[in-house]
């Protein structure tokens, strides 16, 4: 342990659980280097998931705005982020000076890098400021180059080349790059992300730095950059965070004994496991799309359908398929994919669900759905070689037959062989960053060095 145990972070996720996760899994790796760590959650979701009082993190809250309802209470996504900016900067500002109060200031402070203004705040306190990236590389260039004005928007029909990256698509940018007026809060938000992260002391980045080298390499370039992941629970990789078991705050409660239940009656690689994340709402006809190639597939299948999306299922679904197949409303998501009847992981791409899948060697068939999904698609098939694409159609629908298709690629013949010992690489890869002497922890120690280094100078 380094000898930091004075040096005080404050760490702001932006208040959805595929932001708090990853940092919140930073802030145990922190903790046991010796750094006093606070975790800031909004109003709204630390009412929605108490924090463990066992946790070595301390927790306290800042307000969206929306303190009883949350995103869900607010009128547009541009009203939502508004109100997050203005009253999130002002409780922001009152924490530091409560903390200071209290005898506990604060050194630095770690913030998502959707909520800019919070170096903002950081800075007239005279902070140490660290930028964290949830996204990949490669999606943060794509917005990178938007902000400066390098890739105008709307795209043209022309391939992109980007430095570091891989020809792309314009179909493989983020949607919100692709399709400029589905959510233009949304598209400001994550181009403004670069509005002054030249300012931030450091960048910080959710991947670990084989997975993405050219990028990482890039952004090395411009900013003070470290990798610190695969922000994954300890007892699925390096094992040396004894109580790390899983991410400690859900907002969706799991059916865990009956998923896991389930897992250990079925055999060997024999499951196909579906579940599209905490945020994205799947059509109806996408749904019924789903239900018919998990049927017509004929494997083994463990499908989350969230509580208000079971109305969507096909009358008697379950029924029909309770021999062959489980439909829960949430699943233990790490549990599952470690689990060995596990063969075959259909998601929606969203990046903490593929870093789970490369942490623990699980192919996927990637069905990218909105936002970075299809970059992230991109890569998991044609650049890490861990899965096949299902293409949508026109409408945006993946129909029946290619996911049919897609899901016995996987789970049958040569293709799928190498696609499962290219996971298995990855797996290894991932497990390497983050275990003592790895890329990600030695970056790690160089970021609680520096924060030392610089609470000793003041």
Not at 138 to 143: E, K, L, R
Request: aromatic share 10%; with cysteine; charged share 20%.
């Amino acid at each position: 342990m380094m000898n930091s145990s004075k040096v005080h972070v404050l760490v702001l996720p932006y208040p959805a659980q595929g932001h708090i996760n990853p940092m919140l899994q930073f802030c145990k790796r922190l903790v046991a280097k010796g750094v006093k760590t606070t975790f800031v959650n909004s109003v709204f979701i630390s009412k929605s998931i108490p924090a463990d009082p066992k946790s070595a993190i301390n927790f306290e809250t800042i307000s969206d705005g929306h303190d009883e309802g949350g995103y869900a209470a607010a009128e547009s996504p541009g009203a939502y982020l508004e109100k997050l900016a203005t009253f999130g900067s002002k409780t922001l500002a009152d924490l530091i000076r409560k903390l200071e109060d209290e005898g506990e200031p604060v050194q630095a402070v770690i913030y998502d890098s959707f909520l800019p203004w919070a170096l903002d705040v950081a800075k007239q306190f005279g902070l140490v400021t660290a930028a964290f990236f949830t996204q990949t590389c490669a999606v943060n260039s794509i917005y990178y180059h938007v902000y400066h004005g390098l890739l105008p928007v709307p795209l043209s029909h022309s391939p992109i080349s980007l430095p570091g990256l891989p020809l792309l698509q314009p179909k493989e940018t983020p949607s919100f790059v692709y399709l400029p007026d589905s959510y233009p809060a949304f598209l400001h938000m994550l181009v403004n992300q670069f509005s002054n992260v030249d300012q931030a002391d450091w960048v910080i980045l959710n991947n670990f730095h084989k997975l993405e080298e050219d990028a990482v390499n890039w952004m090395a370039k411009l900013w003070r950059v470290i990798t610190v992941g695969p922000t994954v629970p300890s007892i699925y990789l390096d094992k040396r965070l004894e109580d790390d078991i899983g991410y400690g705050i859900n907002l969706f409660k799991p059916d865990s004994s009956l998923c896991l239940n389930w897992l250990n009656s079925q055999p060997k690689d024999s499951v196909v496991y579906v579940s599209f994340g905490s945020w994205t709402e799947i059509d109806v006809e996408q749904v019924e799309e789903i239900a018919s190639a998990l049927k017509e597939s004929g494997f083994k299948f463990l499908w989350v359908v969230r509580a208000f999306e079971k109305e969507k299922l096909p009358s008697k679904f379950a029924e029909e398929t309770s021999e062959k197949g489980l439909v829960v409303t949430w699943s233990p998501q790490l549990e599952v994919l470690a689990h060995e009847s596990v063969a075959c992981f259909v998601t929606h791409c969203g990046f903490n669900s593929v870093l789970e899948a490369l942490s623990l060697g699980v192919p996927v068939v990637a069905a990218p759905q909105w936002t970075d999904q299809p970059t992230n698609a991109k890569f998991l098939a044609d650049i890490w070689g861990v899965g096949v694409k299902a293409d949508a159609d026109e409408r945006g629908i993946v129909r029946r037959e290619t996911l049919v298709s897609c899901i016995r690629d996987i789970m049958e013949g040569e293709k799928g062989k190498q696609i499962k010992e290219n996971a298995i690489e990855w797996k290894a890869l991932a497990k390497e960053a983050i275990d003592d002497g790895g890329s990600s922890d030695k970056n790690i120690d160089e970021f609680v060095a520096g924060l030392a280094g610089q609470k000793a100078k003041n």
